[in-house]
């Protein structure tokens, strides 16, 4: 069964610098996505992506936050300046039809800003 | 404000019973509902997809209802397995390009 991969699957960073989360979508899928989810909390919207331009973005997705699909296969986050309240499960989904919106997800990033 | 409220309390249940998970909206008017899947330190899974405009779906053991009017859907787990040991996650779609998730149920199947 087709998968979305994610890399690294953990990640410990210092606050302040810039991490890549790194993700390939199902290959024939057309729309992507970062969700967060802080430890023992909600599934939270970051950004959806469309014909290589973001779609809609939540308000948690600041100017420090970046994304980018940099050739056919794989589709970035990059969160500048890291703060400790970056620290969360970085989920990557993908889905081949707007209309439907059944996301298949990866299987996360773990991220830690110390 | 809007909410989606998920029973927060883990559903621990009998092997062959069937679980009843419940969601529960304020102020939204979705298109779908979704219902996934969530393991320990894993993504989401999607399970069930229902529409505004369907009042039922099934999927082998698993039920979807869909009541707008009382702004809830239900979900059920039928002759539940211990592999069913999971956290359940509804999901709102009203724009098209996001999900909004409630906080998600715990379910603990017992043998």
């Known amino acids: 069964e087709p998968e979305v991969t994610q890399t690294p699957s953990h990640q410990v960073t210092q606050m302040g610098q810039e991490v890549i989360l790194r993700c390939v979508p199902i290959?024939?899928?057309?729309?992507f996505y970062w969700y967060r989810q802080i430890l023992g909390q909600k599934v939270e919207f970051l950004v959806s992506?469309?014909?290589?331009?973001?779609?809609?973005k939540s308000e948690i997705f600041d100017d420090q936050f970046s994304v980018e699909r940099p050739d056919g296969s794989n589709f970035t986050l990059k969160i500048r300046s890291t703060k400790l309240e970056d620290s969360a499960m970085y989920f990557c989904a993908s889905s081949s039809n707007r209309d439907t919106l059944e996301n298949t997800f990866g299987s996360g990033t773990r991220l830690t800003v110390v | 404000s809007q909410k989606i409220e998920q029973n927060s309390e883990a559903l621990n249940i009998q092997e062959g019973k069937t679980a009843t998970l419940t969601c529960n909206y304020t102020n939204y008017s979705p298109a779908y509902l979704q219902w996934y899947r969530q393991d320990p330190g894993r993504g989401p899974v999607f399970l069930l997809l229902i529409r505004e405009n369907e009042k039922e779906k099934r999927k082998e053991r698993l039920k979807v209802t869909f009541d707008t009017t009382l702004k809830q859907s239900l979900f059920h787990i039928t002759a539940s397995q211990p592999a069913d040991s999971a956290t359940y996650l509804c999901?709102?779609?009203?724009?098209?390009?996001?999900?909004?998730f409630g906080g998600g149920t715990r379910v603990l199947v017992k043998p």
């Open positions: 992506f469309y014909n290589n331009e973001i779609s809609e």
């Open positions: 290959s024939n899928h057309l729309y």
């Open positions: 999901a709102l779609d009203q724009a098209g390009n996001k999900l909004t």
